[in-house]
């Protein structure tokens, strides 16, 4: 309950002998005869007066609780930030926090914020609609329930004492996790992995060489990012070890571990989720090449055990996702394209590609494609020999707008990568392209598949979406 302050009980005064002189008034021209008519006039003239006044003083109280409630509120964040600013060693696990608790609200605030006033107040722009708490309730909820360190615990607790009295925050979390676990069963996460040129960092390096940085994002749901661009947090703090820029091969060497990590923090946040989550990779056009495929997720395993066997793995040019990306208008139209093909097979929208193609591809491309034409139905190329120089391949795909491309990374002996890859796109469905390649992948578990005999070690999958933005140029 709102306190009486002095200028708010002042006003209430005013405001009670203004009605008492409105009563007063009414009474008197109750007691009037019908033929005091300028009795009556005046009466009724200071009476429109104090009509105005008391609504002038209503008014005025209205401004003065609304201080008071504001000021109530105020303390409230206050409090609470004064119990978080000083947890500095909780600060990361904060901040995550935060991220998990903007997954499940649809709208547009800052996701990167590095101080607990910053939290609340961005937390405080959402609106609650017809929920029974807010996003900071959440908040709150879930600091109960992540944070170990007992004087934060004591400190959030006698805070919620005297602030919300009426909540009880563990079975809050109980009830926001069991909605949120319903939800999830059936929804498709992701994972979001991008490498970047750091020019800043290359361009300072004593050795000339080109360093790179990773980042990473969770997806709740794909369809619901696609739609809301909501649902999503980062999977590395920003500044932290491996956010920081690096060399490829020290980016690399880190890569199974940095995987795995990505991997349970998903199983975490999405239990009771009944699909595995899709990996979305995207590269520079200089790292095309990488076998993403193939990165290990444990190489001590006996068959080894690789990200490709059990994960739909995408590659994405970064180059087309910066802004700066020329060709975008053909690239959508051949992507409109290519869903209005999804039921058709592979081999009859797509144009095979030799290596000794790659001087003539551009006109071998123009000739094909034709962004503009109703008439072509090509919307994507494979590459029947392993291509010498994949950055070239690629700068030419860019430049006509492909969104599609599948190559091998590895000429098997006898030539049987050209009779393999051609058995597979032949028995393919566009639309399920990225399955059967996931299913090619997978039957290199097996030990009699190997990568001598086998283009499941060695297929790599372009499949460019133009509205499927990683959350940072999203």
Excluded at 316 to 339: A, F, L, M, V
Aim: net charge negative; glycine share 4%; hydrophobic share 35%.
């Amino acid at each position: 309950m709102v306190s009486i302050n002095p200028k708010l009980k002042y006003l209430q005064g005013q405001l009670d002998a203004l009605e008492k002189n409105q009563q007063e008034l009414e009474n008197q021209i109750g007691t009037l005869l019908p033929s005091q008519i300028l009795e009556r006039n005046a009466l009724e003239n200071q009476l429109y007066i104090i009509f105005d006044n008391i609504e002038k003083e209503k008014q005025e109280i209205q401004k003065e609780q609304k201080k008071c409630r504001d000021k109530l509120v105020q303390k409230k964040f206050d409090e609470l930030i004064e119990i978080l600013q000083p947890a500095e060693s909780l600060r990361a696990q904060i901040q995550q926090i935060y991220q998990n608790t903007l997954l499940h609200w649809p709208v547009k605030v800052k996701q990167n914020v590095d101080d607990v006033q910053s939290i609340v107040n961005e937390l405080n722009k959402i609106a609650q609609g017809s929920l029974t708490y807010s996003a900071l309730d959440e908040f709150i909820a879930n600091l109960f329930h992540e944070i170990s360190d007992d004087n934060v615990v004591n400190d959030l607790t006698q805070w919620g004492q005297e602030y919300c009295q009426s909540r009880d925050w563990l079975s809050l979390y109980k009830q926001i996790q069991e909605s949120q676990n319903k939800r999830l069963e059936n929804a498709q996460p992701a994972i979001f992995i991008t490498i970047t040129r750091s020019d800043e960092a290359s361009t300072q390096s004593q050795d000339g060489e080109t360093y790179y940085q990773l980042e990473s994002w969770l997806i709740e749901d794909i369809d619901t990012y696609q739609t809301k661009k909501t649902g999503f947090y980062s999977l590395l703090a920003a500044g932290c070890q491996d956010n920081i820029p690096c060399l490829l091969e020290n980016l690399l060497q880190n890569i199974t571990r940095l995987l795995n990590g990505f991997i349970t923090e998903q199983l975490k946040h999405c239990q009771g989720c009944e699909n595995y989550p899709q990996i979305h990779v995207f590269l520079p056009i200089e790292l095309m090449h990488l076998g993403v495929d193939a990165w290990s997720l444990d190489p001590t395993s006996k068959p080894p055990e690789y990200l490709g066997h059990d994960y739909l793995v995408f590659i994405h040019c970064g180059n087309r996702y910066d802004g700066t990306y020329r060709k975008e208008p053909s690239w959508r139209k051949i992507w409109k394209r290519q869903q209005a093909l999804l039921q058709d097979f592979v081999l009859n929208v797509f144009i095979a590609v030799h290596d000794s193609d790659i001087n003539n591809l551009r006109d071998i491309l123009d000739d094909y494609v034709k962004p503009e034409s109703a008439d072509s139905k090509v919307v994507g190329l494979y590459v029947t020999d392993v291509p010498i120089d994949v950055k070239r391949l690629l700068e030419d795909v860019l430049d006509v707008g492909l969104p599609i491309s599948i190559w091998c990374r590895k000429d098997l002996p006898d030539k049987s990568h050209k009779t393999q890859i051609e058995d597979l796109l032949k028995a393919s469905y566009l639309g399920d392209l990225p399955t059967k390649v996931k299913e090619k992948r997978h039957e290199t578990r097996k030990t009699k598949n190997t990568e001598v005999n086998h283009i499941g070690h060695h297929l790599s999958l372009l499949w460019d979406d133009p509205h499927f933005y990683p959350p940072k140029s999203a």
